[in-house]
T-cell receptor, first 116, second 112 residues
Framework: NAGVMQNPRHLVRRRGQEARLRCSPM?????VYWYRQLPEEGLKFMVY????????ESGMPKERFSAEFPKEGPSILRIQQVVRGDSAAYFC??????????????FGPGTRLTVL | GENVEQHPSTLSVQEGDSAVIKCTYSDSASNYFPWYKQELGKRPQLIID?????GEKKDQRIAVTLNKTAKHFSLHITETQPEDSAVYFCAASNTGTYKYIFGTGTRLKVLA
């Protein structure tokens, strides 16, 4: 009974490099959400995706950040030309098919990104 | 915009005492309110949730109450134990957007 999986768990990048974070939702879940957590702060919504569709990206910076959830494979959060301010824990969550009510989201273990 | 305020930011209680954490939300369309517990370096884990059609829900030592008129909801932990020490987050969501708006968290310390 695998939960939400994320990899890598820790990622170190130098300024200007690209960071690629992966998330595999729970079995049977088709909705993925990405959140960012800065040290000692709460979780901030970034983007909500369904298979092959971005539903809501209102929390994602317009530049350097992109997300996808292809028909096959994990969801990917990509950060180009990373800066020190991107250092944070990035959590992915998944939920089953939404049926007209807000569903419980189950979180992965997070990817801790450190930008040197 | 949508906002969830959470108080207190830190809370210390003696083992066996009760702990109460309060959240207030701004979006009147919110209809789902989960609570998550996050231990240091770990993932947020759902501990209890409540929907807007009920006023209270209880699960053993944990309970949540919701006041839709005042737009606030609270987490109650009774008979606290050292393993309850963690950061607790409230969140609000609604059917239209599905995304969670989280509170800023409460660091709970249960003193043995």
């Amino acid at each position: 009974n695998a939960g939400v999986m994320q990899n890598p768990r820790h990622l170190v990048r130098r300024r200007g490099q690209e960071a690629r974070l992966r998330c595999s939702p729970m079995k049977g879940h088709s909705h993925v959400y990405w959140y960012r957590q800065l040290p000692e702060e709460g979780l901030k919504f970034m983007v909500y995706l369904q298979k092959e569709n971005i539903i809501d990206e209102s929390g994602m910076p317009k530049e350097r950040f992109s997300a996808e959830f292809p028909k096959e494979g994990p969801s990917i959060l990509r950060i180009q030309q990373v800066v020190r301010g991107d250092s944070a824990a990035y959590f992915c969550a998944s939920s089953p098919q939404n049926s007209g009510t807000a569903d419980t989201q189950y979180f992965g273990p997070g990817t801790r990104l450190t930008v040197l | 915009g949508e906002n969830v305020e959470q108080h207190p930011s830190t809370l210390s209680v003696q083992e066996g005492d009760s702990a109460v954490i309060k959240c207030t939300y701004s979006d009147s369309a919110s209809n789902y309110f989960p609570w998550y517990k996050q231990e240091l370096g770990k993932r947020p884990q759902l501990i209890i949730d409540i929907r807007s059609n009920v006023g209270e829900k209880k699960d053993q030592r944990i309970a949540v109450t919701l006041n839709k008129t005042a737009k606030h909801f609270s987490l109650h932990i009774t008979e606290t134990q050292p393993e309850d020490s963690a950061v607790y987050f409230c969140a609000a969501s609604n059917t239209g957007t599905y995304k969670y708006i989280f509170g800023t968290g409460t660091r709970l310390k249960v003193l043995a």
